[in-house]
T-cell receptor, first 114, second 113 residues
């Protein structure tokens, strides 16, 4: 099945700096790559997603890039703010016989210091 | 529109007890799933369903049962609780097809003593 690896596991930045989280996946049939943000004690919520026919997608301060050849995708947060502090999860959809299943990375704890 | 509703929010069980975690969604989503979240392990899929009457195992299915008699409901049953099942459990739903966002419930924090 799909294997998603996420790095780093923790990331601390100063307010206003940029943050980058990287993920790799193993199944070349995967075609959907969402990112979720989970604040302490809350449920994961979708912040941005990208499909395999697109290389980059932006939504205000966040962007995701996808390199299907290398099988990696990244989350970029610019002008970070304290409210960006959370755990971020990447995920990849399964292909083949398990189409539709999402496999998650282990998460990145992002801390933004004021 | 309530989205995905999970009950209870908290539960404490003794080893060997059984219980059912409830999950209901009102978005007419065909795809529903259960995840457990443990520190440093991310979200691991327990069971999932692509429609009423159809269920399948995820990555960590042992010790859990599911059924899907209606589109709206997807309960998770712990047959004989063990301390290793102490975790936070999330139910999630989406449209089918493999490229639709998952909508998560608020989670159930389960402690097994």
């Amino acid at each position: 099945g799909e294997n998603v690896e996420q790095h780093p596991s923790t990331l601390s930045v100063q307010e206003g700096d940029s943050a980058v989280i990287k993920c790799t996946y193993s199944d070349s049939a995967s075609n959907y790559f969402p990112w979720y943000k989970q604040e302490l004690g809350k449920r994961p919520q979708l912040i941005i997603d990208i499909r395999s026919n697109v290389g980059e997608k932006k939504d205000q301060r966040i962007a995701v890039t996808l390199n299907k050849t290398a099988k990696h995708f990244s989350l970029h947060i610019t002008e970070t703010q304290p409210e960006d502090t959370a755990v971020y999860f990447c995920a990849a959809s399964a292909g083949g016989s398990t189409l539709g299943r999402l496999y998650f990375g282990r998460g990145t704890q992002l801390t933004v210091w004021p | 529109n309530a989205g995905v509703t999970q009950t209870p929010k908290f539960q404490v069980l003794k080893t060997g007890q059984s219980m059912t975690l409830q999950c209901a969604q009102d978005m007419n989503h065909e795809y529903m799933s259960w995840y457990r979240q443990d520190p440093g392990m991310g979200l691991r899929l327990i069971h999932y369903s692509v429609g009423a009457g159809i269920t399948d195992q995820g990555e960590v299915p042992n010790g859990y049962n599911v059924s899907r008699s209606t589109t709206e409901d997807f309960p998770l049953r712990l047959l004989s609780a063990a301390p290793s099942q102490t975790s936070v459990y999330f139910c999630a739903s989406s449209y089918p097809g493999g490229d639709s966002p998952l909508h998560f419930g608020n989670g159930t924090r389960l402690t097994v003593t």
